[in-house]
């Protein structure tokens, strides 16, 4: 807990600057349905003083997706230990944004349907893998372990109390079969019970989320020789989602409206 007697910060503060250094880059419309705050002028409102202090930066990508960083000053100040872009691209904004996304679609639906759901991101799991050193000696362990890293871990915990452990993947482009091929062998040792050697944890399944039907054929055929390929399944990323549709699996208050953040 960050002391904030002697600051101008307040604890929704820090709440935002948690949510964008776990998820790399986000967007304003992002941190609203996280937050439920009851209108984007808030969140702007906060951002900027986080952006005026340093904590949070802003940038545009190809000159339409507006899209919020935090700074290596955010993490000293959260102690929030994870890895911190240094600029966004296309790629990776549409990438970290999708997969946002899917946690917040998961978050929310969880939460509708109370059932306990937690996830660590890449970025976590990365640090917690990679850790600490020159930028030379941890982009070497990245290189080595990049496969051993998902783009997410989603945790749900059943009414019988047993949490099944998700490896996910948000696949865009389709990528050499060989690649599959390596990547599989891993999965399969991987679900075979137990924590392996580099992994942080002991996964029970892998979701793959993809929308071409050229990487949905490619996958089923990559795991189609595995002893655990029932465990490996790709799917759509939720049409909820692509559509913006959130008023779906927002949790209704008791007023009957979409439920909000107090204020504060």
Do not use: C
């Not at 917690?128 to 915990?157: H, Q, T």
Request: glycine share 4%; hydrophobic share 35%.
């Amino acid at each position: 807990m960050v002391m904030l007697k002697y600051t101008s910060l307040k604890e929704k503060d820090l709440e935002y600057l948690s949510f964008i250094l776990r998820n790399g880059m986000v967007t304003a419309k992002q941190i609203m349905l996280k937050f439920r705050e009851p209108n984007i002028h808030r969140v702007y409102r906060r951002l900027r003083k986080l952006e005026g202090q340093k904590f949070v930066k802003h940038e545009r990508i190809a000159h339409k997706v507006g899209v919020y960083l935090g700074t290596i000053e955010a993490r000293k100040l959260t102690n929030v230990n994870v890895t911190v872009p240094n600029k966004a691209t296309i790629y990776t904004m549409q990438h970290d944004l999708l997969i946002t996304d899917l946690i917040l679609f998961y978050e929310l639906q969880s939460e509708k349907q109370v059932v306990d759901f937690k996830y660590r991101t890449e970025r976590e799991i990365r640090f917690s893998m990679i850790g600490e050193g020159d930028n030379r000696s941890k982009l070497k362990a990245y290189n080595d372990n990049r496969d051993r890293i998902p783009d997410a871990v989603f945790f749900f915990k059943g009414t019988d109390g047993n949490v099944t452990t998700t490896w996910v993947e948000l696949e865009l482009n389709k990528k050499d079969r060989k690649r599959y091929d390596y990547k599989f062998k891993m999965f399969d040792d991987m679900l075979s019970g137990g924590r392996q050697d580099h992994q942080l944890y002991s996964y029970d399944q892998v979701i793959y989320f993809a929308n071409d039907v050229k990487i949905h054929n490619v996958i089923n055929q990559a795991k189609q020789r595995l002893i655990n390929a029932s465990k490996i399944t790709v799917r759509n990323v939720p049409s909820i989602i692509l559509e913006e549709r959130w008023e779906e699996v927002l949790p209704v208050g008791t007023d009957g409206k979409p439920g909000r953040a107090e204020a504060d």
